[in-house]
């Protein structure tokens, strides 16, 4: 009886400290939702097991994300896309990933954004191994760790305080991120990073959104930009143009022989980004020789109206208004080349 007493005790204050944790998150402003980590990743890399010929997979890093709307993609053709991109990473292995461990030949849209792209094939950089780990995940996962991301959806749409983003946020509420609160002196002379505030919402589709704040408080978009400055302040490695083209064209090669389609596209930049990837990385140089050696369809925002009419909030990403936008016109453009199936026509 004293066991179950104690016992009763614990649960009760174990509830009572649930329910005060979150009650305070959600007073600060938070709200329940999914984190971008790598077991949404490999759930959603599971559907390209089943997929057709007439589905669609986007690789490539955070503009994909971003910019191309799973529901405005699924509302024009009948067909929702699987996205696969990854934020600050090449899309050169997940790509790899396909081509050699599926069988998949249905579209593949490639979004090259070149810093990334071209950036290496060296596979402990972090460019590649962001989207590599999680392909070797993928292929490593267990039944019990499938059954615990299972388990731990309803919780993360439960609960505010339920956060285990593989980024580093610094508005995050895990464990990891509160750590970083605690401001201690510096032991070295090395420039503190500046803080990377949680700028997207992203659904159980891994269907990513602009939060609104980054277009209603400039002090919050240009949190990011400085983000961005920073981390492209230091010494970039070169990129290496020659090995990641020659690395794709042998994965774009197989993958286009046994039936399947690759659409390049290149997404929108605007002011710092767009200065360092034209000085950096030319159109001419880069973008015309991939898209010569890989005779796919390409895009380039540049060269259409329906692409190009857009304002990037902090240089590199659409608002969620604009993604949705950006998608109709996208898709308009594919569907009059004749290059996706439109079932709602069937």
């Known amino acids: 009886m004293k066991h179950k007493k104690s016992l009763s005790i614990a649960i009760a204050l ?3 400290g649930i329910t005060a944790w979150e009650i305070y998150w959600r ?3 938070y709200f329940p939702d999914l984190d971008d980590d790598k077991y949404l990743w490999v759930k959603t890399r599971a559907l390209v097991e089943d997929a057709t010929e007439d589905d669609v997979v986007i690789v490539g890093s955070s503009r ?3 910019n191309i709307q799973l529901g405005q993609w699924e509302k024009l053709t009948g067909i929702q896309p699987i996205q696969l991109a990854n934020a600050g990473a090449t899309p050169l292995p997940v790509f790899h990933d396909i081509v050699e461990n599926s069988s998949f030949k249905g579209t593949v849209v490639v979004g090259v954004t070149p810093p990334l792209f071209f950036s290496t094939t060296f596979e402990q ?8 780990s999680r392909s070797e995940f993928y292929k490593n996962l267990t039944y019990a760790q499938r059954l615990n991301y299972s388990l731990s959806i309803p919780l993360q749409n439960s609960l505010a305080f339920v956060s285990n983003d593989d980024e580093a946020w610094i508005d995050d509420i895990n464990l990891k991120a509160l750590l970083k609160t605690i401001h201690l002196p510096p032991r070295t002379d090395k420039p503190q990073e500046p803080p990377f505030r949680r700028f997207q919402d992203i659904d159980i589709n891994r269907n990513v959104r602009m939060k609104e704040e980054m277009v ?3 002090a919050f978009a240009n949190s990011i930009k400085t983000v961005w400055k920073t981390l492209l302040s230091g010494d970039i490695p070169p990129p290496d143009k020659e090995a990641t083209i020659e690395y794709f ?4 090669e197989k993958f286009t022989s046994r039936g399947g389609k690759i659409i390049l596209l290149r997404n929108p930049s605007d002011g710092f980004f767009k200065d360092l990837e034209s000085k950096g990385l ?4 880069f973008w015309d020789e991939l898209v010569t050696k890989a005779n796919v369809p390409a895009y380039h925002y540049q060269d259409y109206k329906g692409l190009s009419a857009f304002k990037t909030i902090e240089w590199s990403h659409l608002s969620a208004k604009d ?24």
């Open 249 to 252: 064209l042998k994965d774009a």
């Open 64 to 66: 994909a994300l971003f």
């Open 14 to 16: 174990s509830i009572l």
């Open 125 to 132: 950089a972090p460019p590649w191994s962001r989207a590599s």
């Open 27 to 29: 007073s600060q402003g």
């Open 282 to 285: 030319p159109r001419s140089e």
């Open 323 to 346: 993604a949705d936008q950006f998608t109709e016109n996208f898709v308009k453009i594919l569907l009059e080349d004749g290059l996706i199936t439109n079932l709602k026509n069937n």
């Open 216 to 218: 209603s408080d400039t």
